[in-house]
């Protein structure tokens, strides 16, 4: 689960618990401790004011004893007294103090003189919260409500210390790591389908894409280093023929000068090759792409190179299987040179006096699928995964003798690349060399 969807439904999760158990303890402790502790104190007022209505009635008939006595009462206990008449009707005297609280408790006591009821005394005592308890119910609440929530706050941060900050951590101290020359072990993978999943997947993925590239620097460079060293050895050596040996006829002076000739121009197509890579790969990022139907596009490159391997007694048999309307984003000159290193190394390293080039467009899912067949000597499968590599050469049973800088397929890699498309190498059914590449349909959105 992704770690947007986790996180708040983890809060969410904490937020219900607490409240479910807010809601037990409310429910069944502190209300019933509020409850309890009411008639606790209710059995207790009762008890006080039975004996001093009882103190009362004694000093019956004796107004003024008893107005004294429920005033002290009054005073003493906090509560108002109103003295009825015996049928409880009219209030004969009253004894009110300013009384703090959100009710009050209203009871009735009659006071008998010799077996008979001669008047009601009504006590009304105030309902204060410190009365019923309710302070000491709240702080211990609060105090329930601390415990739990700590505890959950705890487990919340020790998730996250546990699944992002420690995960997080970990690749700054990879980070560090990169790039410093050092061979790293490989990153260990983590079992996770969130963003942190990802982002290990991610960082794991642009360490291989740096080390590849790192290798394919070091490969560039004893490719350049081997590919001029040849050359430039017999160059050497016919130079060294021509200073050593005066007594060279004019005919054996002149064909040293043309193999040396020959070897300087290798050097100068492969120096020419390597500098149209290399200034390709920069322009490559900023070209423009524009939106072209492909239908017209395909068959113009398909008529045009049907036409040039006529012209070398070849043939090409092309089928487009794209509809008109059919549109793709892409930098029209760069994709036709994808055609002519693809079409010219069939013709070059094919090894047939008759070849016979296949091209085809068809949908695939949502985009178009080209792909560029011959019926040539084909490639070792071997080599198939490296054909893309920069400088990487098959052998020369490929091509009869001919030899490449090994940059044509590794620019038609880049190019697909920068179109949002891949491309690949196959043996086709007639065992010659297929390559296939894609393109994303454009759509509006």
């Known amino acids: 689960m992704k770690l947007k969807w986790k996180i708040p439904l983890l ?4 937020i219900s618990v607490l409240f479910v158990l807010i809601g037990f303890y409310l429910r069944f402790e502190v209300v019933d401790r509020v409850w309890k502790r009411i008639d606790i104190q209710r059995a207790e007022h009762l008890a ?4 001093f209505t009882t103190q009362v009635a004694a000093l019956y008939p ?8 429920m005033k002290d009462i009054a005073k003493t206990e906090k509560v108002n007294l109103y003295l009825y008449d015996k049928e409880g009707v009219e209030v004969e005297y009253s004894v009110k103090i300013p009384l703090k609280g ?9 006071l008998r003189h010799q077996g008979e009821t001669v008047a009601f005394i009504q006590v009304q005592r ?7 308890g309710l302070p000491k119910a709240f ?6 409500q601390l415990l739990p929530v700590s505890f959950l706050l705890l487990l919340v941060a020790l998730y996250f210390n546990t699944s992002v900050t420690r995960p997080i951590a970990r690749l700054n101290r990879r980070l560090d790591q990169v790039g410093h020359g050092r061979p790293l072990s490989p990153l260990a993978s983590i079992k996770r389908r969130d963003e942190i999943g990802e982002l290990y997947r991610r960082f794991g993925e642009m360490e291989e894409r740096l080390n590849q590239a790192h290798q394919e620097q070091v490969d560039m460079v004893a490719a350049i280093s081997h590919d001029l060293k040849t050359p430039l050895t017999s160059l050497n050596g016919f130079l060294e023929l021509l200073a050593t040996k005066p007594a060279l006829t004019e005919g054996e002076r002149q064909d040293y000068l043309r193999v040396a000739r020959r070897k300087t121009e290798n050097i100068t197509q492969l120096l020419e090759d390597f500098s149209r890579f290399t200034q390709g790969e920069v322009t490559l990022q900023h070209v423009p792409l524009t939106l072209v139907p492909f239908s017209p596009f395909f068959e113009s490159v398909a008529e045009e190179y049907e036409a040039e391997l006529t012209g070398l007694g070849h043939s090409l048999i092309w089928h487009n299987f794209i509809s008109k309307r059919t549109f793709v984003r892409i930098h029209e000159p760069m994709c036709r040179r994808v055609f002519a290193n693809l079409i010219h190394n069939a013709v070059r390293y094919g090894n047939r006096e008759e070849l016979t080039v296949w091209m085809k467009a068809e949908f695939i899912g949502n985009q178009i ?7 040539g000597v084909g490639v070792p499968d071997k080599d198939l995964p490296h054909l893309f590599e920069r400088f990487f050469t098959v052998d020369s049973s490929r091509g009869a003798g001919t030899s490449g800088s090994g940059l044509g397929l590794a620019s038609c890699r880049s190019i697909i690349h920068r179109h949002g498309g891949d491309i690949k190498a196959y043996r ?3 065992g010659g060399l297929g390559i296939s590449f894609t393109l994303p349909i454009h759509r509006e959105d």
Do not use: A
Request: charged residues 30%.
């Open 11 to 14: 809060f969410f999760c904490l």
């Open 369 to 375: 699928f080209i792909s560029v067949e011959d019926n």
């Open 139 to 144: 702080t211990e609440t609060f105090l329930f």
């Open 126 to 132: 105030p309902l204060t919260e410190k009365g019923m």
């Open 428 to 430: 086709n059914e007639g």
């Open 48 to 51: 006080i004011e039975k004996e």
């Open 62 to 69: 004796d107004i003024k004893q008893m107005k004294t006595k």
């Open 102 to 110: 959100r009710g009050n408790d209203v009871h009735w006591y009659p």
